[in-house]
């Protein structure tokens, strides 16, 4: 079994930065892959930004340049640095981990972007 736990969301004005966090626990072997997706009112979920086990990182469009990913290994943790938020950003957040062919969600953390 994995758990995942995110921390990190919360209110804040545009323009602001909030970081996320998210560690894996339970039954790890080799995480292949670690991400953070969103999902907005009505909309479907959508990946973020990527990290996989040897460090290539991918990033939505809509959030490059000032989403940054990183992970610490040793931690089996995940981040993401949110800078320059948006109020389009707001939506909750779910980090996803891959071991082998198994993806595992986390519960998801609210970051709401509004002045």
């Known amino acids: 079994q994995v758990q995942l736990v995110e921390s990190g969301g919360g209110l804040v004005q545009p323009g602001g930065s909030l970081r996320l966090s998210c560690a894996a626990s339970g039954s790890i072997f080799s995480i292949y892959a670690m991400g953070w997706y969103r999902q907005a009112p009505g909309q479907q979920r959508e990946l973020v930004a990527q990290i996989r086990s040897v460090g290539i990182t991918n990033y939505a469009d809509s959030v490059r340049g000032r989403f940054t990913i990183s992970r610490d290994n040793a931690k089996n943790t995940v981040y993401l640095q949110m800078n320059s938020l948006k109020p389009e950003d707001t939506a909750v957040y779910y980090c996803?981990?891959?071991?082998?062919?198994?993806?595992?969600w986390g519960q998801g953390t609210q970051v709401t972007v509004s002045s």
């Open positions: 996803k981990i891959r071991i082998a062919t198994t993806d595992y």
